[in-house]
């Protein structure tokens, strides 16, 4: 089919050039005509504006113009009755006021503003105005004024005609245009003052921007331009009368289709008896190709969308030849061979993926669990040594950080369970106004005993105002400790780190600063992406995983602020910049966090302690017992329903991992013992997952506590517990 169309193009090359001549030379011979008509048109225009202007110049030199208004009146109307196309005569004074006119008066009329009036008087000629909707007698029209001068020279007045614009347009009637044209005059405003057709529709409104554009640049030649109805029509412009007479433009658009008709015809003709010798020659390729190409492209079509949607074992079925259709097919089918064992092999990849993904929860849940257990003893522990010796400075300030330190090591392991909350920044905050001075001094409490190990010296500096910001104060002081651990670890021994906090516009700006090994600026500009580390060397060996600046950055991010990175170079240090926004309101600052037992004067419970942790069982037991509680203990849910059965219990503490039966099916037997039924029941546990809380609510729980067991939620939750039974 490609050879016939390339034997067939130089014919039809032909056909068209010739067609595309025979319309040029039709074209020509319509511009001639055009601008024949144009002129014409433009000449009857100027004859009737001439004809105007010597009705003026005449009026201009009648004494009663200028005399009595009565007779000025009687004058200019029965000049209007003579004339036919004007709908007034009038006179206007200086001031512009309109103080004579064929046309009766109803209310003053001053023209000051009018163009032509102005015009009339500056320049001392004849002026043929642009389009008007006149003031009195409310009809489009144009304003044709001439000077009324004394023989001193002096201008006393102007006299004015208002021709009909339909009256305008009454000489081109017996021009005979085809369909589809249009006449137009245009002011110089480019405003229509004559059409055809419809010119009651386009009095008063403008040419459009491309004729408007081809009238100032076409000068004789003739434009092909496309009309606001869609139509392209060939234009040509004329001017009415000598540049002293008017500023009017004519113009005369054909169709251009009207011209071309013809050649058109005979080019469609010719494009025909072409058409008809191209299709017969195709038809024969056709019937060839079909069977030789087309079909077997179509199955090769087939099989590959087949292959795209998925369908791996489609093959095309086409005998392989040593053709290139037979040569493509083969090595279609090759590749969804292929494709089909990668596929295999991916399937099974993403099993053992989805495997070993289930397994690494399972592992952090259980590590989790682990980590947890002994750090509830010491929490409790410290708690307690709180508590006995709450007179002891010391040992209260001692028993403080142990809490915070193990609140702090709980959080992370909490981190631990979804490693993706970071990475996809899923990290939850609860916020509270309070002072970044508390969050750099806990910072900086935290961070301690790992300065003091390195002999490094850490210098402080803090304003004497308090620095007021809305956040979560537990991830505040993880990010300075993030960025204090950082310069610890690449900072040699007997460094020096500062820690700056100073008020800067809207923000608190926060800089951690070391005089350490430094960066060089490639490792500055990704210092806060996942992974990423100083070159490590032995002296540096608490490198650590590259999560800790990755962590700064989106908990800044998630507090509204910005965090930064600058060295001068390696050897020179590193300085890491925070700003957070400030808060301006009225502050009320949270309490600090509060390790205090159990209110005095608080009901006496009895408390059923369930736990395979020895430690955690003993130190929880002091805890409950110096709070005046009645405790019995249990290593295993068996020995706990014998219990259960013996005390009554006011309240269950129960260990979720029991080496008998798991707490949840312990809470389930102990809903169903009437000495149990109405305890309450909660779950102490290291495992935090969102799933392992809703099965031990489901279990019959009344709370979910994470070990290790923060006391004071403890405390409030059996204060309520000892309310509710003395009320009941």
């Known amino acids: 089919m490609l050879l016939v169309a390339l034997a067939i193009m130089p014919l039809a090359v032909m056909t068209i050039l010739s067609g595309v001549r025979e319309r040029e030379h039709a074209i020509k011979a319509s511009e001639e005509n055009l601008r024949r008509l ?47 196309g004007f709908v007034n005569f009038g006179l206007i004074q200086l001031n512009g006021d309109v103080t004579c006119s064929a046309v009766p008066l109803l209310h003053p009329v001053n023209l000051g503003d009018r163009s032509h009036f102005r015009r009339a008087i500056s320049e001392r000629r004849f002026i043929a105005g642009d389009y008007v909707f006149g003031r009195v007698i ?21 006299v004015f005609a208002a021709m009909d614009l339909e009256g305008l347009d009454t000489f081109i009637n017996d021009i005979n245009l085809p369909p589809g044209s249009v006449l137009a005059t245009a002011d ?38 496309r009309g606001e109805d869609g139509v392209e029509r060939l234009h040509t412009f004329a001017r009415v009368g ?92 090759r590749m969804a061979a292929a494709l089909q064992k990668k596929e295999s ?13 289930q397994r690494k929860d399972e592992f952090l849940a259980m590590l989790a669990h682990e980590l947890r257990n002994p750090l509830a003893p010491i929490s409790t522990g410290a708690h307690l040594l709180k508590l006995l010796h709450s007179d ?11 809490v915070r330190q193990v609140d702090h090591m709980t959080s992370l392991v909490d981190d631990l369970l979804d490693v993706s909350r970071v990475t996809r920044g899923l990290v939850s905050l609860s916020t509270q106004v309070l002072d970044l001075k508390r969050v750099v001094d806990d910072a900086a409490e935290q961070i301690r005993p790992l300065i003091t190990a390195r002999r490094h010296r850490l210098v402080v500096e803090l304003p004497t105002s308090p620095a007021h910001v809305k956040g979560d104060h537990k991830r505040l002081v993880q990010v300075v400790a993030n960025l204090l651990n950082n310069a610890t670890k690449y900072t040699p021994e007997g460094g020096t780190l500062r820690v700056r906090l100073e008020a800067e516009g809207d923000d608190f700006v926060l800089t ?67 700003r957070l926004p400030r808060y301006t309101q009225d502050v009320v600052l949270a309490p600090p966090p509060s390790g205090e037992p159990l209110p005095e004067g608080a009901v006496p419970l009895r408390i059923l302690l369930v736990d395979d942790n020895v430690d955690a069982v003993h130190t929880l037991q002091l805890f409950l017992h110096s709070s005046g509680h009645e405790v019995e203990v249990a290593y295993c849910a068996g020995d706990a329903l014998e219990l259960a059965r013996s005390m009554a219990p006011d309240v269950c503490l129960l260990d979720i991992g029991l080496p008998d039966f798991d707490g949840n099916e312990l809470a389930r037997r102990l809903r169903l013992l009437p000495q149990a039924a109405g305890s309450t029941l909660i779950a102490m546990t290291g495992y935090g997952r969102q799933q392992d809380r809703d099965a031990s609510m489901a279990a019959g729980f009344d709370h979910y506590l994470v070990k290790p067991v923060n006391t004071t939620q403890l405390s409030d939750i059996l204060a309520a517990a000892a309310e509710a039974k003395v009320k009941g």
Not at 56 to 68: E, I, N, Q, T
Not at 193 to 222: N, W
Not at 252 to 280: C, F, K, N, V, Y
């Open 242 to 333: 000598a540049p002293a007479l008017t500023d009017y433009t004519v113009t005369i658009g054909i169709p251009t289709e009207t011209i071309t008709s013809a050649a058109r015809h005979d080019q469609l003709m010719s494009l025909l008896g072409l058409a008809a010798t191209t299709m017969l020659a195709l038809l024969a390729a056709w019937l060839v190709g079909d069977v030789l190409i087309v079909q077997r492209v179509r199955k090769l079509m087939g099989t590959a969308e087949r292959i795209a949607a998925g369908d791996l074992d489609a093959r095309s079925g086409i005998d392989y030849a040593h053709e290139e259709i037979g040569n493509l097919a083969q090595a279609l089918d």
């Open 138 to 158: 409310k009809k489009h029209t144009i304003n044709l004024t001439y000077p009324v001068i004394d023989r001193s020279g002096k201008v006393l007045a102007v």
């Open 188 to 225: 110089a405003r480019g405003s229509i003052i004559s059409r055809r057709p419809d010119p009651e529709r386009y009095f008063g409104t403008r040419l459009s921007p491309a004729t408007l554009e081809a009238q100032a640049t076409a000068g004789q030649r003739a434009m092909t331009i």
């Open 512 to 578: 951690v600063l070391d005089d350490g090994i430094g960066m060089d600026p490639g490792l500055v500009e990704r210092v806060f992406d996942l992974f990423t580390q100083a070159e490590r060397t032995p002296d540096r060996s608490q490198g650590g995983l590259g999560l800790g600046l990755a962590l700064v950055k989106s908990l800044v991010e998630l507090h509204g602020g910005t965090v930064q990175a600058a060295s001068a170079g390696l050897g020179k240090g590193s300085t890491f910049t925070v």
């Open 345 to 357: 092999a991916r399937s099974l990849a993403e099993r053992e993926l989805r495997a070993a993904d």
């Open 392 to 402: 002891n400075a010391q040992i209260t300030q001692t028993c403080s950080i142990i």
């Open 38 to 84: 144009t002129g014409m048109a433009a000449a009857n225009e100027a004859q009737s504006i001439e004809g105007a202007r010597q009705i003026l110049v005449d009026l201009a030199s009648v004494p009663d113009l200028m005399g009595d208004t009565a007779k000025c009146t009687s004058l200019l109307s029965d000049v209007l009755d003579r004339n036919e």
